[in-house]
């Protein structure tokens, strides 16, 4: 017997309905065993791959673009150079007004640089969420390396008035400790969500938590809109980032490099105060 869709979103509230129990023990409730990828998760973000990349393996990608931003009354513009290589290595640097300020990741490890000059350690608790939030087609690239990624597909829903599909990113530990883990999971967390048409992300969502206190969670969203070509791949044409609800960097994209071949020490960070607790 052949099953006929009238609509791709029929098509995938089918695939949520039959996959509900391949979902991973933490987001179903069930106690099972934790499977590392759900297989229609894994479908879903290979279209989602080919919609940004049209095929091209994606290694490292450099985007130029004017910001624009906010914290509490302190407004500032400037330019911004975002870079990254793998989901795992980043480099975000901003030149405003008030002066140069950068964030590095590099694995479980992070440093900040604020207008001062002075390089500060990110806590590891906010380092287990893949580094490149401003082009997730890495994300779903390193579906294809790196196993200690796992993705499950949540369903078809509707946010901000958009039609989407949400997918979960989060980061598995092998024999990782009974207590340990479901912190890992908590905080790795990112909740990615594709226009339902195009698969293009429009929305992806994580939290960010204070140096001393991993179980307090400030959420933070990106959001995606006005995909273009640069270079082959979409990329789109405005980023902004929200701080707990409130407007925090406005980014307008001029051009994107990728495949560059980015050296990995252009991600490094202080021995001495990266990934500190």
């Not at 290979?46 to 302190?74: F, M, P, R, V, W």
């Not at 980061?171 to 293009?200: C, F, H, W």
């Not at 979409?234 to 902004?240: G, L, N, S």
Request: hydrophobic share 45%; net charge negative; charged share 15%.
């Amino acid at each position: 017997m052949t099953i006929r869709f009238k609509s791709p979103m029929n098509l995938m509230v089918f695939i949520y309905s039959a996959s509900v129990l391949l979902l991973p023990g933490h987001v179903s409730g069930q106690t099972a065993p934790i499977p590392v990828r759900g297989p229609n998760a894994v479908a879903i973000a290979s279209k989602a791959l080919q919609a940004l990349t049209g095929g091209t393996t994606l290694t490292d990608i450099t985007l130029q673009a004017t910001a624009n931003y906010t914290a509490g009354s302190d407004q500032e513009l400037g330019v911004a150079t975002l870079a990254a290589l793998g989901n795992q290595q980043s480099r975000v640097a901003l030149s405003l007004t008030n002066g140069l300020r950068t964030e590095i990741r590099s694995g479980p490890a992070g440093d900040w640089i604020g207008a001062d000059g002075v390089e500060y350690p990110m806590a590891i608790h906010n380092c287990w969420s893949d580094a490149a939030w401003f082009y997730p087609g890495l994300s779903l690239e390193a579906l294809n390396s790196d196993p200690g990624l796992g993705l499950a597909f949540m369903g078809p829903e509707a946010k901000n008035g958009v039609a989407v599909f949400h997918l979960r990113l989060f980061r598995a530990v092998p024999n990782a400790s009974a207590g340990i883990d479901p912190t890992i999971l908590r905080l790795s967390n990112e909740d990615l969500y594709l226009d339902a048409t195009s698969l293009l992300p429009v929305f992806l969502d994580f939290n960010v938590h204070p140096d001393s206190d991993f179980t307090r969670s400030i959420p933070v969203e990106i959001v995606f809109s006005g995909y273009q070509k640069m270079n082959g791949i979409a990329v789109p044409a405005r980023i902004q980032k929200y701080l707990n609800g409130s407007l925090q960097v406005d980014l307008t994209i001029g051009s994107a490099a990728i495949n560059s071949g980015l050296p990995a020490s252009e991600f490094a960070v202080t021995t001495s105060t990266g990934g500190a607790q």
